[in-house]
């Protein structure tokens, strides 16, 4: 039987339909993506200047650099924690593409676990036992090249799940099974330099000033607090044109294989060139930062959106669409999901507030009997979440044989 790519797509979705009105689970897929890859690219943008930081120090710069690395590992936890989410989502609406290829890329989706894995455990190691008196830099070095690889991995993922008309060929290449899934069958180096390194630089300014801001009223720091922030901005004003730069390349390369290089090029080529006007004229670098944080997440969106718009087109070549994927409402994972939500925020939103009043606040400053509740509220729910959780466990594994 000759299958087309699209019939083949189309048979390839889960037959059960996709559990909620697909176009709210794509919207979903890309806002939780924005929190991904912003906590990867800090992971990645703090390793690098820790390691820079111990090589060519200076006393502000080894003081920033020991921040940076303690700033590693937990950036490289967001970022583990917030990749979840997407996956499930990419899982949901994109199931024929990504399964695909994972499978193509069968050996390194596996290793991906352990290369996070190590890159995780190398960065607590540097911050815990190395970066106090700047011995063991070889770990840094080495979690920072796993963090990029697993980057890497991501994104040969998405780049071999957007070209389906490859995939037999990939598969078997002149009519022989490879199932060896190791080789890397397509990447684009302009979205991997914007996506990753770029975006580590700006990620990494937008902390920095971000740092700075959470202790402007700690007078006695504020000489190193002043310098932070205008590292920060510094390092803003130097990667925007870059970033711009290499979102045109991306654009005229990707955006052009798939036919919507000017739109693309236009979109990304305006977000940098916004972005570098912005750290020109900001002036007030610390007292700014929180501006600076939500410009940089909208940016972080519309790359989002440039990302799905490629993928989209890609597949709309052979009548695949979100839109117009079957789905069924499953009551069931819809309120697990909306409750999981509720309680997730709550925990949040309360150590969110007690971060920001116990060390950003005025100094006298103590945590007001508001957030108090709050908490008490958001660890009663997540008790409660816990104890059903294990209620449904058992309910399954007893009685639905
Ligand atoms: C810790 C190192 C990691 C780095 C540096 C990283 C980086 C990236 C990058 C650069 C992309 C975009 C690729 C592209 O569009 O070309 C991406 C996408 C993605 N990442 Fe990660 N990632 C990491 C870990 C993880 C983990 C642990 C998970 C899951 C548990 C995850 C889940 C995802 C998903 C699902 C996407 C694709 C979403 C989509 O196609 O819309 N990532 N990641």
Redesign the pocket.
């Known amino acids: 039987m000759n299958m087309t790519v699209g019939e083949m797509l189309k048979m390839m979705r889960d037959p059960l339909g996709a559990p909620f009105y697909p176009p709210a689970l794509q919207v979903l897929?890309?806002v939780t993506?924005v929190l991904?890859?912003f906590f990867?690219?800090l992971?990645?943008g703090s390793s690098l200047y820790a390691i820079w930081g111990f090589v060519r120090p200076n006393e502000n710069r080894l003081r920033l650099a020991r921040i940076a690395a303690r700033l590693t590992p937990n950036a490289?936890g967001l970022?583990?924690?917030t990749?979840?989410a997407?996956?499930l989502?990419?899982q949901t609406i994109?199931d024929p593409i990504?399964y695909a290829s994972n499978t193509l890329t069968g050996f390194w989706s596996i290793s991906?676990?352990f290369?996070?894995m190590g890159?995780?455990s190398l960065a607590y190691l540097f911050y815990l036992k190395g970066s106090p008196d700047g011995k063991l830099l070889w770990s840094a070095v080495a979690s920072f090249i796993l963090?990029?690889f697993?980057?890497?991995?991501?994104?040969?993922?998405?780049?071999v799940?957007i070209r389906p008309e490859r995939w037999i060929e990939w598969y078997a290449p002149n009519g022989i099974v490879d199932t060896r899934g190791i080789i890397f069958h397509a990447w684009?180096i302009p979205?991997?330099v914007f996506?990753?390194p770029l975006?580590a630089g700006l990620s990494l300014a937008v902390a920095l000033t971000l740092l700075a801001w959470y202790f402007r009223h700690n007078t006695d720091d504020a000489p190193f607090m002043q310098w932070v922030a205008g590292v920060g901005r510094q390092l803003g004003l130097v990667i925007s044109p870059l970033y711009a730069l290499t979102g045109l390349l991306w654009a005229a390369t990707e955006g052009v294989e798939f036919g919507i290089g000017w739109q693309t090029g236009t979109v990304l080529g305006a977000v940098g060139i916004a972005l570098t006007v912005y750290f020109l004229i900001l002036r007030r670098p610390m007292y700014d930062a929180p501006r600076t944080l939500l410009i940089w997440i909208g940016t972080l969106l519309i790359v989002?959106m440039v990302?799905?718009a490629i993928?989209a087109v890609s597949l709309a070549r052979f009548g695949y669409s979100v839109a117009s994927y079957p789905y069924i409402f499953d009551w069931g994972s819809i309120l697990v999901f909306a409750g999981t939500t509720v309680v997730g925020v709550a925990v949040l939103a309360y150590l969110v507030m007690v971060i920001y009043q116990s060390g950003g606040a005025k100094r006298d400053a103590s945590i007001s009997p508001r957030v108090d509740r709050l908490g008490a509220i958001a660890t009663g729910m997540l008790g409660a979440w816990f104890g059903f959780f294990l209620l449904v466990g058992l309910y399954t594994t007893l009685f639905l044989k």
């Open positions: 897929l890309i993506w991904h890859i990867v690219t992971a990645l490289v970022g583990i924690v990749g979840i997407p996956l989502f990419v994109y990504w991906f676990i290369v996070v890159g995780y963090i990029f697993a980057g890497w991995i991501m994104h040969v993922l998405a780049a799940s684009n979205r991997l996506l990753l975006q989002g990302r799905e993928r």
